[in-house]
């Protein structure tokens, strides 16, 4: 096949996925929309008989107490399978990106979001400038932080450092560790899915979307990330993008 030929073909498998996106987006919408409504009749009708049986026994208050926060919870999700959708509409700018400013914005964030906590913070000052959509990278670098700043809350003090290497076929790669509570070795594939814990929810709050937002992001960018872990001794996000052209030699080159 020709060059020539090959271009109604590409133009073709470009209009498929372009009407399988769109019918994708408009079925996770329609679903999101039709289930709202009842999820809203089920936390409503419940305060009301919380409200109305004031001298209920305990364990049936327990109980209503219970499907209102599964109403909450459902309605949460819904609202995350939403966000995650929209990211397939999200027009990728891909600039010259100062990882270090926006790391540095980051963390100032987190020291007064956990003003309370001890947080030990190692950040080097040449991290490097990378090809990336801005927003997006500043929404990853949060979710990874923020991850790290969760997980360490029982380490006193906690520590979270970054740090970076150059990659083979000018890519960079930034490297996130914690010592926090860590993951049994083999589960790292399944932060990657919706929904999917590690931990129970009575320890640590969210709803599991976030590393998978995380991952549709870096790959519209280019990108990838990555985890390892060791139980109760912390774990390490990698994230690999394009070294932006102005970089300089930077450190030795790592395997990937």
């Known amino acids: 096949m020709t060059s020539t030929d090959a271009l109604p073909a590409l133009a073709r498998l470009q209009r498929e996925r372009d009407a399988a996106r769109a019918e994708l987006q408009e079925?996770?919408?329609?679903?999101s929309h039709d289930l709202r409504a009842p999820?809203?009749?089920?936390?409503?009708?419940?305060?009301?008989?919380?409200?109305?049986?004031?001298?209920?026994?305990?364990?049936?208050?327990?109980?209503?107490?219970?499907?209102?926060?599964s109403a909450q919870l459902l309605t949460q999700q819904l609202d995350g399978l939403t966000a995650l959708s929209r990211l397939a509409q999200h027009t990728v700018h891909l600039t010259a990106v100062d990882s270090a400013a926006l790391v540095r914005s980051v963390v100032d964030e987190l020291r007064?979001?956990?003003?309370?906590?001890?947080?030990?913070?190692?950040?080097?000052?040449?991290?490097?400038?990378?090809?990336?959509?801005?927003?997006?990278?500043?929404?990853?670098?949060?979710?990874?932080?923020?991850?790290?700043?969760?997980?360490?809350?029982?380490?006193?003090p906690a520590q979270i450092s970054l740090t970076w290497a150059a990659l083979a076929d000018r890519r960079v790669c930034l490297m996130a560790q914690d010592n926090g509570v860590g993951f049994r070795t083999g589960q790292a594939s399944q932060l990657f899915k919706a929904f999917v814990r590690l931990h129970p929810a009575r320890e640590f709050d969210g709803l599991g979307l976030g590393l998978v937002q995380c991952r549709k992001m870096l790959a519209r960018m280019g990108g990838d990330i990555s985890i390892t872990a060791t139980?109760?001794?912390?774990?390490?996000?990698?994230?690999?993008?394009?070294?932006?052209?102005?970089?300089?030699?930077?450190?030795?080159?790592?395997?990937?």
Do not use: Y
Request: net charge negative.
């Open 27 to 31: 079925f996770t919408a329609s679903v």
């Open 39 to 69: 999820l809203r009749h089920i936390n409503a009708f419940a305060q009301i008989i919380e409200e109305d049986l004031l001298d209920m026994p305990a364990e049936i208050a327990a109980h209503l107490a219970t499907i209102r926060q």
């Open 112 to 156: 007064l979001q956990h003003r309370d906590r001890e947080l030990q913070w190692q950040i080097p000052a040449d991290l490097p400038t990378v090809t990336a959509d801005a927003d997006w990278l500043r929404q990853v670098l949060r979710q990874v932080l923020d991850n790290a700043c969760k997980f360490t809350r029982s380490r006193h």
């Open 231 to 256: 139980p109760d001794a912390g774990c390490q996000v990698r994230i690999s993008l394009a070294a932006d052209g102005q970089n300089g030699q930077g450190p030795a080159p790592v395997s990937g």
